[in-house]
C-alpha cells in the first residue's frame, strides 16, 4: 500500500465537494485536515501520477505573497462506452 494512500482519498472527496481546485488550495486543505501534512512535492507527485485527478488548466496569481502559476485540477471525467 502507498504511504500516500490517505493523502490520495482526500485529495479526490475535497475535489468531489469542490469541484475543481489549484494545488496551493489542495496543500492548504491537506495541512489542515492531517496532523503530519504533506510537502509540495508530495501534493505534486500525488496530482500528477493519480489517474484520478487531472488537470485542467493554470493559472498565474499572487500565493503567499509572491506571483505563481500554479495548475487546476478536477476528477478525471469517466466515459462509458456501450
Do not use: P
Not at 21 to 40: P, Q, S, Y
Not at 46 to 73: M, P
Amino acid at each position: 500500500m502507498s504511504r500516500t494512500s490517505r493523502l490520495r482519498n482526500e485529495v479526490e472527496i475535497y475535489l468531489q465537494k469542490n469541484e475543481t481546485a489549484n494545488t496551493v488550495e489542495i496543500f492548504d486543505h491537506l495541512n489542515t485536515r492531517f496532523k503530519w501534512g504533506a510537502t509540495m512535492n508530495q501534493v505534486g507527485n500525488i496530482l500528477a501520477k493519480d489517474n484520478r485527478f487531472e488537470k485542467i488548466g493554470h493559472v498565474r496569481g499572487q500565493f503567499r505573497g509572491s506571483i505563481y502559476t500554479v495548475c487546476i485540477w478536477s476528477l478525471h471525467v469517466k466515459i462509458a462506452i456501450v
